[in-house]
Nanobody
Framework: QVQLVESGGGSGQTGGSLILSCVGS????????MGWFRQAPGKEREGVARIITDSGATFYTDSVKGRFTISLANAKNTVYLQINNLKPEDTGMYYC???????????????????WGRGTQVTVSS
C-alpha cells in the first residue's frame, strides 16, 4: 500500500516562494507518474504539475508554467513542488498523487492517479 504525505504548505505573500514536499512510502513503480494537484475553494481539483519517476520528464498546466517546478529527490518516492512568484490564485489545497503511467505523458486527470495524500494548504495574500 502506498502512502503519500505532503508538507511545506503555509501562508505566503504575492511574489514570494514556497516549496512543497511529498514523501511516499510503499512501492511506487519506476516509470510511474507522480503529481501535484491543486483544489481551490469551490473548484475542481486540477493537476498543475506531473513527473515521470524514472525519466524525470515534467508536465505542467499552462497557468503555472514558468512559476512551478516539480522535481524528484534521489529517493524516487519523494517529489517537490517549487512555487515561485506566488499569486493569490495559487491559494488552495495541494495534493500529492501517484499512479501508473498510461502513455508517453503524465496526464492531469485525477482518474489516472491511484494514491493520494491528504493535502497541504497554501494561502497567498496580496
Amino acid at each position: 500500500q502506498v502512502q503519500l504525505v505532503e508538507s511545506g504548505g503555509g501562508s505566503g505573500q504575492t511574489g514570494g516562494s514556497l516549496i512543497l514536499s511529498c514523501v511516499g512510502s510503499g512501492y511506487i513503480a519506476s516509470g510511474s507518474c507522480m503529481g501535484w494537484f491543486r483544489q481551490a475553494p469551490g473548484k475542481e481539483r486540477e493537476g498543475v504539475a506531473r513527473i515521470i519517476t524514472d525519466s524525470g520528464a515534467t508536465f505542467y498546466t499552462d497557468s503555472v508554467k514558468g512559476r512551478f517546478t516539480i522535481s524528484l529527490a534521489n529517493a524516487k518516492n519523494t517529489v517537490y513542488l517549487q512555487i515561485n512568484n506566488l499569486k493569490p490564485e495559487d491559494t488552495g489545497m495541494y495534493y500529492c498523487a501517484a499512479g501508473d503511467r498510461r502513455g508517453p505523458r503524465c496526464y492531469a486527470s485525477v482518474d489516472h492517479y491511484t494514491y493520494w495524500g491528504r493535502g497541504t494548504q497554501v494561502t497567498v495574500s496580496s
